[in-house]
C-alpha cells in the first residue's frame, strides 16, 4: 500500500515570494492534515478536511496561508506571502475517518527555507 | 485544551541498555495518548497509544508505555535499545471526544543510541 506523497521534499525561497504543497493521501482516507512543524518544537495542526470539507482551521494563519482539498483526494497548501518565520517541516497526514484514535500516517514532509 | 511536556530534549543511552522517554500531560478532561517515531528525513510513525483498558500498551520494535493517571504521565520505555531506534520521538495527546482526531504533540525527545 502507498503511502502518503508529498512534493517538493525542498523548497527555498526569499520573503514575501509565494510557494505551494502538494499532498495525496492514502487511497480510500477520508480525512487529511497539514501540519508545521518549526524546528525544535512538536507539529502543530494547521488544518483538517473532512473529505474536502474543512472540520478544523483555527490555527492556520488565514492572512497568508490557504488550503484545499478538491474533490476530496490530493490537497494543496499555500502560503502568500511567506514571511522569515513559516521556514518550517510541513507535514501532510491522513487517516480512514476523523474520529479519534482513527491512526494518521504521515508524509516525509517539505522543508521550507525562508530567506 | 491539552497539552504536552517531554522534559528530556536528547537522551543518549549505549546499545543495549534500557531507557525511559517521559511525557507528561495536562488536561481537564480524560484523553487518548500516543506515541510517534520520527526517522531522519522521514514522516512521524506510530509506536503505540493508549485509548482505553490496559494501562501498560506495547508497540512496535520492542517498545512498550505506561498510563498513569493520578500522575498525568505517559512515560515510554524499552528494555534494550538498538542503533536503530535512534530517532526522535514525540508524545502526543487527543481528546476522546469532540476533539475531531485533532494530535496535539510534545516539542520531542532525541534519542541517541551509542556503541
Known amino acids: 500500500e502507498a503511502g502518503v506523497a508529498q512534493s517538493p521534499r525542498y523548497k527555498i525561497i526569499e520573503k514575501r515570494q509565494s510557494v505551494a504543497f502538494w499532498c495525496n493521501p492514502i487511497?480510500?482516507?477520508?480525512?487529511l492534515y497539514w501540519y508545521q512543524q518549526i524546528l525544535g518544537q512538536g507539529p502543530k495542526l494547521l488544518i483538517q478536511?473532512?473529505?474536502?470539507?474543512?472540520?478544523?482551521d483555527s490555527q492556520l494563519p488565514k492572512d497568508r496561508f490557504s488550503a484545499e482539498r478538491l474533490k476530496g483526494v490530493d490537497s494543496t497548501l499555500k502560503i502568500q506571502p511567506a514571511k522569515l518565520e513559516d521556514s518550517a517541516v510541513y507535514l501532510c497526514?491522513?487517516?480512514?475517518?476523523?474520529?479519534?484514535?482513527?491512526?494518521?500516517?504521515f508524509g516525509p514532509g517539505t522543508r521550507l527555507t525562508v530567506l | 485544551a491539552q497539552s504536552v511536556t517531554q522534559l528530556d530534549s536528547q537522551v543518549p543511552v549505549f546499545e543495549e541498555a534500557p531507557v525511559e522517554l517521559r511525557c507528561n500531560y495536562s488536561?481537564?478532561?480524560?484523553?487518548?495518548l500516543f506515541w510517534y517515531v520520527q526517522y531522519p528525513n522521514q514522516g512521524l510513525q506510530l509506536l503505540l497509544k493508549?485509548?482505553?483498558?490496559?494501562?501498560l500498551v506495547k508497540g512496535i520494535n520492542g517498545f512498550e508505555a505506561e498510563f498513569n493517571k493520578s500522575q498525568t504521565s505517559f512515560h515510554l520505555r524499552k528494555p534494550s535499545v538498538h542503533i536503530s531506534d535512534t530517532a526522535e520521538y514525540f508524545c502526543?495527546?487527543?481528546?476522546?471526544?469532540?476533539?475531531?482526531?485533532?494530535?496535539?504533540f510534545g516539542t520531542g525527545t532525541q534519542l541517541k543510541v551509542e556503541l
Open positions: 478536511f473532512q473529505n474536502n470539507g474543512v472540520v478544523d
Open positions: 497526514a491522513s487517516s480512514l475517518g476523523g474520529g479519534v484514535g482513527n491512526e494518521q500516517f
Open positions: 493508549y485509548l482505553s483498558g490496559s494501562t
Open positions: 502526543a495527546v487527543s481528546p476522546p471526544q469532540g476533539g475531531g482526531n485533532k494530535l496535539t
Open positions: 487511497s480510500g482516507h477520508a480525512t
Open positions: 488536561s481537564s478532561v480524560s484523553v487518548y
